[in-house]
């Protein structure tokens, strides 16, 4: 049945009111911006740049000056961070060689001959590395998780105090962190969870808490509640309304909150310094240690910090569609 | 299908009393209008009803038994909301389903199917199932709406002014395809509006609610022929129904500022009170008894309007078809004497 409304108005066009054409002026501006922009982009780049070419140069370019753009590049800087190695004696040396031409050496063992040494076994960063994926990773799953239905709660129920409660949990990110470490240092000694896993957990959900609960506060107060209301009468119970309702429209919020308490927990530098020592400690200072041992290998700590950006990019990449409209707060249509 | 009976409700929320003691009931198979202006409550009433909103006193029964401890789900009501709450994430046909899934009712997905398409035939949405609800038109929206209440058996509709975000048309021919709907299925409804047209339309009976109270419950005659007081009275009828002061002296009615007077009716009315005539009661003819200056002529086709000056009032008259009158003349009309309504001071109506 076709009515006047799906038809369209009876007459024909007949006339274009075109008012798309752009002024040269507004072109200009628009020039303008996208270089200011490129400038920017440029900048904040280059010392990414740099870490990439550096991890992949040998131990002669890495210090050569003026810096080489150009360069053959080797895998050096991976062996060194990857491994423990040692010296081959001049005696042994043949027997290696011998070894390599037969192809029975794998690939970090040749290049480690390459520079006179062997391998012994992995070296602490692989665990470092494991630590940082374990503790952030778990980590942000709580404090996301946690925070959403918290966030749910001050959304949509009474609750007493509620504006008190609220600031009280921002409040807890009102001091820099790490004013607190010497007494934290303390507790967690007493408590026995200096060092450990559980530990290094525990304070990055508490510290991300307050962040995931604010932000998905501000995404779930946008979704109306009449959705899960009409739920409710259709027959389903709070929860099963919460899940099917909220959680697909808060699914922007829950990823942008993700992403900034991942990259917060995984980064995190003072507390992993302070409150780790082996077991528990992760990547951000263990590559600062390398600095240390014998001479700086700067060719290992950037493949280290290359590495280290890889799990955060790969994240924020595969949540980025959400992530544009996450960042723009409350974005979401009504 | 239920008896739903409402008693005594008062709903305080900070600052207002929404609701203060109201009691109706809606009798089973019947379509019940809540007629209110807006702020009047409406909306509370239904929340209250589905179990969204808790009262703070009263009692509601569905059928006999009280509900007051049953969430949402167990009370087994449908709510078509006053803004659309179709889940944008979903397509029509799941929007349709989404009451039948509900794990408390555990339907099989075959049957789901048969009830949404015989549902989507009904309210000739059939060819929208696979669309997503985001750009669907108001009108769609609002029959997708109506299509999840009543995809399902529940003890009573619920709908909060279904058809006040549609254009004029659209909202006659859903007004009526609504209303043959519940006829055919013989479904208890409760239908909230503040549109008198459509109470007076669609209605068994109507409940008239303002600021919390209930003036009127009536079918729609009693509510349009004996409204029980001044503000019911306006509340209904286009153009609406002329008031004037008016005072009593030896078995005549005088209109305050007029010179019309006419014969009072055998009623026991105070001395001073106010005179209700509507439009269509006053019926200019060449030998009326009554005489005043044509102001202003509103022809609307089927109907034109009249606004007639005797005195310092202006009497607004309903006639059929159109007129060859002139603005500036005199007008002669008379009045339907057995249809004169009057209200004491405070408003009620003086039988
Ligand atoms: N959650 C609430 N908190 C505070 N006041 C409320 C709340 N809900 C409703 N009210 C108030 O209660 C009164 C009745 O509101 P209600 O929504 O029932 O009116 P309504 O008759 O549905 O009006 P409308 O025709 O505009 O929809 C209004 O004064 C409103 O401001
Ligand atoms: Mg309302």
């Known amino acids: 049945m076709a009515t006047f409304y799906e038809t369209g108005p009876g007459y024909p066009v007949t006339e274009s009111i075109r008012v798309d054409r752009v002024s040269p002026t507004a072109r200009r501006i628009h020039a303008v911006r996208a270089f200011v922009v490129l400038v920017f982009a440029i900048i904040t780049l280059i010392p990414v740049f740099v870490m990439g070419i550096t991890a992949f140069k040998s131990r002669a370019d890495v210090v050569s000056v003026p810096p080489k753009i150009i360069f053959k590049p080797t895998l050096e800087g991976f062996v060194f961070l990857f491994t423990e190695r040692a010296v081959v004696s001049k005696v042994r040396l043949p027997e290696f060689q011998k070894k390599a031409e037969a192809g029975e050496l794998s690939l970090f063992e040749r290049i480690a001959l390459n520079t006179g040494q062997e391998i012994t076994g992995p070296s602490d960063y692989v665990d470092r590395l494991k630590n940082s994926l374990i503790i952030a990773g778990i980590s942000t799953i709580l404090s996301v998780g946690l925070g959403l239905f918290a966030a749910y709660a001050f959304s949509r129920f009474p609750i007493g105090g509620k504006d008190d409660l609220l600031f009280f949990i921002l409040s807890t990110r009102m001091l820099p962190p790490v004013v607190v470490t010497i007494p934290l240092f303390l507790m967690y000694r007493q408590l026995g969870l200096h060092d450990s896993h559980l530990g290094m957990i525990l304070l990055y959900t508490v510290f991300n808490l307050s962040l995931s609960v604010w932000l998905l506060k501000g995404f779930i107060d946008e979704i109306p509640i009449e959705y899960e209301e009409a739920a409710l009468v259709d027959g389903y119970t709070r929860f099963q309304a919460f899940y099917k309702i909220v959680l697909p429209q808060a699914v922007t919020g829950i990823a942008a909150t993700t992403v900034f308490c991942l990259i917060f927990a995984w980064n995190e530098y003072a507390f992993a310094l302070m409150l780790t020592s082996d077991d528990a400690r992760t990547a951000p200072p263990s590559i600062a240690t390398m600095l240390g041992r014998g001479g700086i290998e700067w060719s290992a700590i950037a493949a280290g910090s290359l590495g280290f950006l890889i799990p955060v990019v790969i994240v924020t990449f595969a949540l980025r569609n959400y992530l544009l409209r996450g960042v723009t707060f409350g974005a979401i249509r009504r | ?351």
Do not use: W
């Open chain 2, 1 to 351: 299908m239920s008896h739903v009976e409402l008693s005594n409700i008062v709903k305080r929320f900070p600052g207002v009393t929404a609701l203060k003691g109201i009691s109706f009931d809606v009798r089973d198979g019947e379509f019940f209008v809540l007629l209110g202006p807006t702020g009047a409550g409406k909306t509370t009433t239904l929340r209250i009803i589905a179990g969204l909103t808790k009262q703070d006193e009263g009692t509601i029964r569905f059928d006999g038994e009280s509900v007051d401890a049953l969430t949402p789900a167990e009370r087994d009501t449908a709510f078509v909301f006053q803004q659309y709450s179709l889940y944008p994430t979903m397509t029509v046909f799941d929007n349709l389903a989404f009451p039948l899934r509900a794990p408390s009712r555990r339907l099989p997905e075959d049957e789901i199917r048969k009830r949404v398409e015989v549902t989507a035939e009904k309210l000739r949405i059939s060819h929208l199932l696979d669309r997503k609800t985001a750009h669907l038109s108001g009108g769609e929206m609002q029959r997708v709406s109506i299509g999840r209440a009543i995809v399902r058996e529940p003890r009573i509709f619920l709908m909060d002014e279904p058809l006040s975000n549609l254009d004029a048309k659209l909202r006659e021919a859903l007004r009526v395809e609504l209303q043959h709907l519940q006829k055919v299925e013989g479904s208890t409804t409760l239908f909230v509006t503040h549109d008198q047209i459509e109470a007076l339309t669609m209605a068994d009976r109507i409940a008239v609610l303002d600021l919390g109270r209930i003036r009127q419950i009536g079918t729609p005659e009693d509510i349009y022929d004996r409204p029980a007081d001044t503000f019911v009275a306006q509340l209904v009828g286009t153009p609406r129904i002329n008031l004037f002061p008016a005072r009593r002296e030896n078995n005549h009615l005088y209109i305050e500022g007029s010179e019309l007077h006419l014969p009072a009716p055998t009623l026991d009315l105070p001395e001073r009170f106010t005179l209700g005539i509507r439009p269509e009661d006053i019926t200019p003819s060449p030998d009326g008894a009554f005489a005043g200056t044509l102001q202003i002529t509103e022809p609307l086709g089927v109907e034109t309007i009249l606004h007639i000056r005797s005195g310092e009032r202006t009497l607004q008259s309903l006639i059929p078809g159109m007129t060859d009158l002139r603005i500036g003349d005199t007008v002669r009309f008379d009045l339907v004497q057995d249809r004169l309504h009057c209200f004491d001071l405070d408003g009620k109506r003086i039988n």
